[in-house]
């Protein structure tokens, strides 16, 4: 039982080591465990009320300190499996200090684990032979990811956390051959990519490879030309 933000926090954290290294069923279970406590922590906000909310500078504000984590000397990958080669972002995002009590705490600490559970369903859609319903969960849970980092404050840049939900949302889409949606995707990550590269965090979620991954997918992921007949 999970009884306060830093035991979540440490759940979320070790979930994402055992994602890295393969764990995947198991590290499921301990994100699940760790967004049970998503509930408690917004009533605790609810309760503190403005004048007793925590306000972080704007130094701590501007990811509130999280960050992908990685397997040493394992970066996300480019994908063989489908037509193209996609981009996969697949590191999961881990807490390096507390969340503030705030709305901006509360929303981003939800986000936080959603992510790694729609990384869970991802990578088990490669994993086994229900592959459209793994499919389904990781999309429509990368979509929710994507709206609760968007409740945040302004003061929040979280814009290198959408870019890989939103790139990740857009590869299933296309893999499912839902152009359309896979096109308002790109849409929406060719913008978060514009942003997260004027970002001073940027440093902490995107690495090289992985911008310029998603900067790959911008060019690939494209509705296939349909021949008319003549």
Same mark, same amino acid.
């Given at each position: 039982?999970?009884?306060s933000?830093?035991?979540a926090?440490?759940?979320n ?9 393969g ?17 408690r922590?917004?009533?605790i ?9 925590v ?7 501007s ?15 480019l ?14 995002l ?6 503030p ?10 986000a936080?684990?959603v992510?790694n ?17 793994h ?12 709206g ?5 404050s302004?003061?929040v840049?979280?814009?290198g956390?959408?870019?890989a ?9 296309? /893999?499912r051959? @839902? ?6 995707? =790109?849409?929406? +990550?060719?913008?978060w990519?514009? &942003? ?10 995107? /690495?090289?490879? @992985? ?6 997918? =911008?060019?690939? +992921?494209?509705?296939?030309?349909? &021949?008319?007949?003549?």
């Open positions: 039982m999970v009884d933000i830093a035991e926090i440490r759940m954290n070790l979930g994402a080591h055992a994602l890295v290294t764990e995947i069923a198991g590290a499921l279970d301990t994100f699940l465990v760790a967004f049970r406590f998503a509930p922590h917004a009533a906000v609810e309760a503190a009320g403005p004048d007793r909310v306000v972080p500078t704007p130094e701590q504000a990811a509130l300190g999280i960050s992908f984590l990685k397997k040493e000397g394992t970066p996300s990958k994908e063989r499996e489908s037509e193209g080669g996609s981009f996969v972002y697949e590191k999961p881990v807490f390096n200090e507390t969340v009590t705030s709305q901006d705490g509360a929303a981003v600490f939800c936080v684990v992510f559970i729609a990384l869970c369903f991802d990578f088990m859609s490669k994993h086994d032979n229900v592959t459209s319903i499919k389904t969960k990781a999309m429509n849970l990368y979509e929710t990811c994507i609760l980092f968007q409740r945040t302004r003061l840049d979280l814009s956390s959408m870019a939900a939103c790139n990740n949302k857009a590869r299933i889409c296309f /893999e051959g @839902d152009y359309e949606s896979s096109n308002r995707e =790109l849409h929406r +990550l060719s913008g990519i514009d &942003a997260a590269d004027q970002s001073p965090t940027r440093i902490d979620l995107l /690495e090289e490879n @992985d911008f310029n991954g998603m900067l790959l997918n =911008l060019l690939l +992921l494209r509705a296939p030309a349909i &021949a008319v007949a003549a």
